[in-house]
């Protein structure tokens, strides 16, 4: 079912310079990529399968100077520009909207100083092993971070002076936390440096929580327990996961075809989805066991969702602009009748600026005409948001602090602590008051109308919430960090998710309250007997629920952050605002690693991820138009570096010729004539498809034994599987390591990024249970553009460690 690709290099003579082209198309020959490569290696030109292109102007000195999209190119503008200092260095960027970033650097070619658009200034100090000493925020605000002799972080002092300590073992591995509030966290390993063991406790090492696991020979978890639930797993050789069970009761169950992609899914209900893909190896269809269609997706040619047929009749239509966002969106019925119709503008960062069109409002029972303009400041935090007329506005502070907010209503005015946290917001003659532990969870929040009170386990996570009108919400969680059950006034429901997306509700004595069919976000859902179509806006918030005779049963609209504007429901649905489950009760949705308050624009706890900006409870940047923070710990908007090649690609054929000569890869499954074009010619002139992959073995390094290339991944290298890269004396890198160390102070549309995603030596084939992204296993994601880059030594631990063999058992800050 993958998709095969053919490559073809040219040479050209153009106004006297040889320039070297290079296109790739699938197995059905439509274009996917072409590059126009200058004789010194630079790329001039891009151009993609749904028309999007990128022309790249380099300075005297080599280096990148402008960025141009075909609409900046329209506009005569480019889309992103770079100036440099004498060493080459990244002093600079301007936007596609004219604004600027400044960067100042130390000596030593680190970021010391950034200068916002607006003229805020975010300061970083460094040791001399260049880690992080510590941030200023544009407001003042100091957070100061303390390292041990591994240069692993072993004391953060918040801007109070609150200060919370980590301690380590030989091998790098934290095995004790306790942060500002006397909270303790133990953590034991096995042998292979996996976690079996977290015990958690309060101050007085009362209210003891804990979570374990247990692994297979090959590292996958086996058992996870924790919260009263306990999840035993079972995977394929190659590590996809074939069930998952509970008290003997199987909850989930897979299989898979021959590509590795997922076949059928069966949840606890007993009841399977099947899934079926194109030959590009795309989401095509979903069906139910009687081969019914529950949905089908077709694509552009590029792969991006051009529409969505479901099984009702139901057809939503996508339409994009050559830098890749939606300029029109509707939703239809198999007669034609238009439920929605929207058409979107942008501007050349990519902000949506306009919505209009029409929409089915099923309160008033009619077709509404509806305008929605939006404007940013330089920042590009949403400024004013105006439907049909009505303009809300908002300004922040330099920190991104919503300082005011102003609608038909009146003026609203929120204040803050120098923690960013706010602490009051007053419009008229209603105030609200907070109040926070010092890990920065809400405790409190009181107003004329009562308090509401928060309160959370030994690991910050939030259990139960005692509402101003009397309501109870209690929660609790499981090995997968993930909330297992929740009980709303006493209702209790049980989740189960699939990679993290729900998947399935449940009463307590297991009946099953709905089960979720997971395609491109939320699909649609089987309750009361039958299935019913969800239709995603476009931000993938749910915009109406319709039944199997096409009428609307739910329908929902949402300001910019996710404040509910108005809704019909006659079903049970607590999938919202960007997909994600919204609480009814404390009126929060619930992101996973913490919680999201829409009626004030942030998140209620701290983020732990600490490279999306200094602001730890800003919800992505102020700007919830276009990005989205699904997990609550990183704004989304694109992956920086793009996808990984494929095998059958120019990067996968070097990949496969690699394995070949270094004896790693056995051809003797294929046909003579094959086994003797390969010897010949190698990999690069053939067309590589499915029985060949099923056919040829390769090595994997996890356990010394060969297995079909069809069951491999591309995966890539890094210091923990390859060690220094011998070309270039440094570490190997996978593709969040090499952003946040390296690439994102060249940008995500940069030469750098594309040469790294495209060099066959940055990969090796791996099975899929070994091959494990950094991001995933460092718990790291892509950090902000604008942050100062990670110390390699920082996030590959062993750099250190094989560095200095003499640490102490404990390492633990210097006196």
Not at 320 to 325: F, G, I, L, S
Not at 486 to 491: A, D, I, T
Request: charged share 25%; net charge negative.
């Amino acid at each position: 079912m993958a998709g095969e690709y053919k490559i073809t290099v040219t040479v050209v003579l153009v106004l006297c310079l040889f320039l070297s082209v290079h296109t790739e198309t699938d197995s059905e020959g439509t274009l996917q990529e072409k590059h126009l490569y200058r004789t010194d290696g630079k790329l001039m030109h891009s151009q993609f399968a749904d028309g999007n292109e990128l022309e790249y102007s380099y300075g005297i000195n080599g280096m990148q100077q402008e960025i141009r999209t075909a609409r900046s190119q329209q506009a005569d503008r480019a889309a992103q520009v770079y100036t440099y200092d004498a060493r080459g260095r990244i002093t600079g960027i301007q936007d596609g909207n004219q604004n600027q970033t400044g960067y100042h650097m130390d000596p030593w070619g680190r970021v010391h100083q950034i200068e916002t658009a607006e003229g805020g200034k975010e300061n970083f100090t460094y040791d001399y092993a260049g880690h992080v000493t510590s941030t200023t925020d544009a407001n003042g605000g100091v957070i100061t971070y303390r390292y041990n002799s591994q240069g692993k972080v072993c004391e953060i002092i918040d801007q109070e002076g609150n200060s919370e300590t980590f301690r380590y073992d030989r091998e790098g591995r934290r095995i004790f936390h306790e942060d500002r509030i006397g909270n303790q966290v133990r953590t034991t390993y096995n042998v292979d440096g996996r976690p079996v063991l977290e015990r958690a406790c309060d101050h007085m090492g009362e209210n003891e929580v804990s979570r374990s696991w247990e692994y297979d020979g090959i590292g996958n978890v086996k058992k996870a327990v924790a919260g009263g639930f306990c999840y035993t797993y079972e995977y394929r050789p190659d590590g996809k996961l074939i069930k998952k069970s509970s008290s003997g009761r199987t909850l989930i169950s897979c299989t898979y075809h021959a590509d590795k992609s997922l076949k059928s899914l069966t949840d606890v209900s007993g009841k399977t989805v099947h899934y079926g893909y194109d030959s590009l190896g795309r989401l095509e269809r979903i069906c139910d066991d009687n081969g019914d269609e529950i949905v089908r997706y077709g694509h552009t040619a590029g792969g991006k969702l051009k529409e969505i047929r479901h099984g009702n009749g139901m057809h939503t239509a996508y339409e994009y602009d050559t830098d890749d966002n939606i300029i029109r969106l509707t939703l239809k019925n198999e007669k034609g009748i238009v439920f929605s119709d929207f058409r979107y503008e942008y501007d050349l960062n990519g902000n949506r600026i306009l919505k209009s069109g029409s929409c089915l409002l099923p309160v008033e029972d009619k077709i509404k005409e509806q305008v929605v303009r939006y404007r940013y400041d330089c920042m590009d935090r949403l400024m004013e948001e105006q439907y049909d007329g009505k303009p809300v506005e908002y300004i922040y502070d330099r920190c991104g602090n919503r300082l005011v907010r102003v609608d038909s209503d009146g003026k609203e005015e929120y204040h803050y602590n120098r923690k960013n946290q706010l602490i009051s917001r007053k419009k008229g003659t209603e105030s609200v008051e907070y109040r926070y532990d010092l890990q920065g969870n809400i405790l409190e929040e009181a107003s004329n109308r009562g308090k509401t009170e928060y309160g959370y386990n030994a690991f910050n996570q939030q259990t139960t919430t005692f509402m101003n009108n009397g309501q109870i919400q209690e929660n609790w969680y499981d090995a997968e960090f993930l909330r297992a059950e929740v009980s709303e006034n006493g209702c209790s429901s049980r989740f189960l998710y699939y990679n993290g997306e729900l998947l399935a509700e449940s009463e307590l004595n297991d009946t099953v309250r709905n089960r979720y069919i997971l395609g491109y976000g939320v699909a649609g859902s089987w309750q009361k007997e039958g299935y019913h179509s969800y239709h995603l806006d476009e931000q993938n918030s749910t915009a109406y629920i319709t039944d199997s005779d096409q009428r609307v049963e739910n329908s929902y609209q949402y300001d910019a952050f996710g404040v509910i504007k108005s809704k019909t429901e006659s079903i049970y649905n607590r999938i919202l605002y960007t997909g994600q489950q919204f609480d009814s009760i404390t009126r929060q949705y619930y992101l996973r690693a913490r919680y999201y308050n829409s009626a004030i624009g942030r998140f209620v706890q701290e983020d732990l991820y600490r490279g999306d900006g200094l602001n730890l409870y800003a919800y992505c940047a102020n700007n919830p138009v276009i990005y989205y923070d699904p997990m609550g710990e990183a704004g989304r908007r694109q992956t920086y570096l793009g996808g990984t090649p494929k095998i059958g690609s120019r990067v996968g054929k070097q990949v496969l010729q690699d394995a070949y000569d270094n004896g790693t890869l056995r051809i003797s499954g294929l046909s003579p004539k094959m086994q003797s074009m390969i010897e010949n010619q190698g990999f690069m002139n053939i067309k590589i498809t499915k029985s060949m992959t099923d056919k040829m073995e390769f090595k994997s390094q996890s356990d010394g034994n060969y297995y079909p290339v069809s069951s491999a991944n591309m995966s890539h290298k890094n210091y923990d599987s390859h060690g220094i890269n011998p070309k270039t004396g440094e570490p190997y890198k996978d593709a969040v390591v090499a952003w946040n160390t390296d690439l994102k102070q060249y940008g995500a549309k940069s030469q750098e990024g594309y040469d790294f995603m495209h060099d066959s030596d940055q990969y090796y084939l791996e099975l899929a249970s070994i091959n494990k992204s950094d991001g995933a296993r460092l718990n790291m994601t892509y950090d902000d553009p604008g942050t100062p880059l990670r110390d390699v030594e920082d996030v590959y631990p062993d750099m250190k460690k094989d560095k200095d063999k003499n640490d102490s058992d404990e390492n633990m800050c210097p006196k």
